[in-house]
């Protein structure tokens, strides 16, 4: 029997099926267009969504099959897909790979793993309590990848990733753990297409010396000293790769989320319609939405009390953040940060206390500005902080994404949503 399909997870098959509500909506029109009229509801937005269901159930479902099409293509040679990877990247290595470029598709996925990718991908591994104590030599490793010493940084990333499962497994088994299973509810990594496909190709036994070179991570040959030709970049960003997609089962694993919750009522019809509305003017802010052209020092301040930066920016809302590290208010501080990092409301004050209380900062000042997206815009401060006596100057990016109640990011502007500054580790 065939695995089921990743796009038959519960939150890919409510997105479709709500939009397949949506057109049966539509279709008895004749029943609530009447009534509504009567009322002096504004029909307009109302058939301006109506008007782009079809194409939004055609880009829903061209989005729902990435994940089984990727899997299919690339599992094999050790990818999988995962929440926080790059969709459009995947997207160019289905289409490489599916026209006949394979290895130009690997080599696609091999790119996507550059400093800057990697250091993301670190950030929100702070999500995940269990991997707090192996930050220090994932940093290690991070450097050594950085500078091309994959026969040092491949073996690190290993143990950690066995580590890791290991901690949080129920029955305490790691990674290569030989009967370990890797399924999460609701997941797009943790799927049977997914981690295990992973964990067959990782554990396979290795009982020659090779000294050719490899183009997968065998766990095995690398540490008993089987494969000799492992040290190289292809096998370095595949298994970085793991260990990020492993991050999205262990979130899961900490939060209980492993097995399915109790499921919730259906969707009424007044629901259908307030997201009806609700899509319709997300739609329109989407459609709307410019990256801002600003000039610091006019258009935004360069520093200053939070009282000089426009409400409900995310410069303001790095400026408050950077205000408190001045002030040493490590509780305010933590306001400003994502409530997905992993950490309880309690405990996210004392790691920022940890973190910050060697360093006091003396000055901030913004040097770039850049929206990215309409939830995302990235910040360049250049920092001034006194560190163990010695003044400390340093230029930072940070990273900050406009989140709603649940901590899904939504378009600016919006009612009901924040800024929070993701990029905080100095």
């Not at 600003?294 to 995310?314: C, H, I, K, R």
Request: hydrophobic content about 40%; glycine content about 6%; charged content about 30%.
């Amino acid at each position: 029997m065939d695995d089921p399909s990743i796009r038959d997870i519960p939150r890919i098959k409510k997105t479709l099926d709500d939009l397949r509500n949506f057109k049966a909506f539509r279709r008895a029109k004749w029943i609530w267009r009447p009534l509504f009229k009567l009322l002096g509801t504004d029909l307009k937005p109302i058939d301006e969504a109506m008007a782009k269901i079809d194409e939004l159930e055609k880009m829903a479902e061209e989005l729902a099959m990435i994940p089984d099409r990727f899997n299919d293509l690339f599992a094999a040679r050790g990818w999988i897909l995962y929440d926080f990877m790059n969709v459009d990247v995947a997207k160019a290595a289905i289409e490489r790979a599916e026209s006949g470029d394979i290895d130009g598709a690997e080599a696609l996925l091999v790119d996507h793993y550059n400093p800057d990718r990697l250091e993301w991908c670190l950030q929100m591994m702070m999500g995940v309590d269990a991997f707090h104590p192996r930050m220090r030599l994932a940093r290690l490793a991070q450097i050594d990848y950085s500078e091309g010493r994959y026969h040092s940084c491949i073996p690190v990333i290993l143990a950690l990733l066995d580590g890791l499962v290991n901690d949080l497994h129920e029955q305490r088994l790691g990674f290569f753990a030989e009967d370990v299973k890797l399924e999460a509810w609701d997941s797009i990594a943790a799927h049977s297409k997914g981690l295990n496909v992973l964990v067959r190709i990782f554990q396979k036994g290795r009982y020659r010396t090779r000294t050719e070179e490899i183009t997968l991570p065998y766990r095995n040959g690398i540490l008993h000293g089987m494969d000799l030709g492992y040290d190289n970049k292809l096998v370095a960003a595949k298994t970085w790769a793991a260990l990020f997609a492993t991050g999205e089962w262990a979130r899961k694993a900490e939060q209980g989320l492993l097995s399915a919750p109790t499921p919730k009522p259906s969707t009424t019809w007044r629901e259908l319609m307030r997201q009806l509305l609700e899509n319709a003017d997300d739609k329109a802010r989407l459609e709307a939405w410019k990256p801002r052209i600003l000039e610091l020092g006019q258009d935004v301040p360069v520093t200053g009390d939070l009282e000089a930066f426009e409400s409900g920016t995310p410069e303001q809302k790095l400026a408050e953040f950077l205000t408190y590290w001045k002030r040493r208010n490590y509780g305010h501080m933590a306001k400003c940060l994502p409530t997905n990092l992993g950490y309880s409301e309690r405990e996210l004050p004392g790691m920022i206390r940890e973190h910050y209380a060697s360093r006091a900062l003396k000055t901030f000042e913004f040097t770039d500005v850049k929206d990215n997206a309409p939830a995302i815009t990235e910040i360049e401060a250049s920092l001034v902080y006194e560190e163990e006596s010695e003044a400390v100057e340093r230029t930072m990016r940070f990273r900050l994404v406009n989140q709603d109640s649940e901590g899904r990011p939504d378009i600016r502007g919006k009612s009901r949503t924040s800024w929070f500054v993701y990029s905080w580790l100095v």
